[in-house]
């Protein structure tokens, strides 16, 4: 469905994106998982048209669409939910809902809206309440709920699950999956990359810009590198002594001192 050739991105100078080659498929949940900084929002901005990439291609349902703008991607379907759930807060549920399906001309709007609120029932309950009183997980399910109105072909998510509640992320997580099982294609960029890589089929890891790896889920999951770097594991240090005798912080995993902060050339 969507296919990403060398594409980079710069903010003036700054190279932001290099070289990513990546691909989601039909029917897939795709991941980016990054630290902060690696790029994952310029992703997005990148292929739904409000940054253009400065080489490389982008190809949505076999048409190139990297200098096409935002707009017009929307009407192909591809629909970015950003980051920090930007609602129009002193609009009420149903009015950002209608905004969602502002390009349509079809009739279906009406039977969609009774569809979203089907999944989203905490969203019919509030429906004429002002967005901006909802909590921030309600917040949350509005904007992807609104994304649906767009009868996307392909949902990308900016971090959903950003600020809430580990029973909310579990919520919203569950949504995602339910809305692929639906027919909606995913890309899904998330903080909490353990609950990423479990409801998505594959991932890719970005690092400066840099896609580093990329694999099936259960592969990311397994990997070592990925379980230091973004699934907590290397939180866990304890004070050890490193080659040069100085006092260091070890990992616990495999007591080995991955890197000596005290030694001015990182003495392991
Ligand atoms: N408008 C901008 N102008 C200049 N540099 C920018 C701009 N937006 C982002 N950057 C830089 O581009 C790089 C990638 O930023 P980006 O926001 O894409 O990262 P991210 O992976 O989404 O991070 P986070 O996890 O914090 O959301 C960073 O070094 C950032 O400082
Ligand atoms: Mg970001």
Known sequence: MLQLHDVSTYYGQIRALEWVNLEVRTGEIVTVIGANGAGKTTLLNTIC???????????????????????????????????????FSTMSVTDNLLLGAYHRRDKQVQ????????????????????????????????AIARGMMSRPKLLMLDEPSVG?????????????ADLRARGTTIL??????????????????????RVVLSGTAKELLA???VQ?????????????????????????????????VMCPNGNK
Do not use: W
Request: proline content about 4%.
């Open 223 to 225: 990997d070592e590198g």
């Open 111 to 142: 039977p969609d809206m009774r569809q979203v609120y089907e999944l989203f029932p905490i969203l019919e309950k509030r429906r004429n309440q002002m967005a901006g009183t909802l909590s921030g997980g309600e917040q949350q399910m509005l």
């Open 164 to 176: 809430l509640a580990p029973l909310m992320v579990r919520e919203i997580l569950h949504i995602v």
């Open 188 to 209: 899904l960029i998330e903080q909490n990359a353990r609950a990423a890589l479990q409801v998505a089929d594959r991932g890719y890891v970005l690092e400066t810009g």
């Open 49 to 87: 048209g409000i940054l253009s990439p400065k080489h490389g291609e982008i190809v949505f349902a076999g048409k190139p669409i990297s200098n096409r703008q935002a707009e017009a991607l929307v009407q192909l379907g591809i629909c970015h939910v950003p980051e920090r759930r930007q609602v």
């Open 228 to 260: 230091k770097a973004y699934l907590g594991k290397s939180n866990r240090l304890q004070l050890a002594r490193c080659r040069a005798g100085l006092t260091t912080y070890a990992c616990v995993e495999d007591k080995s001192i991955n890197s000596c």
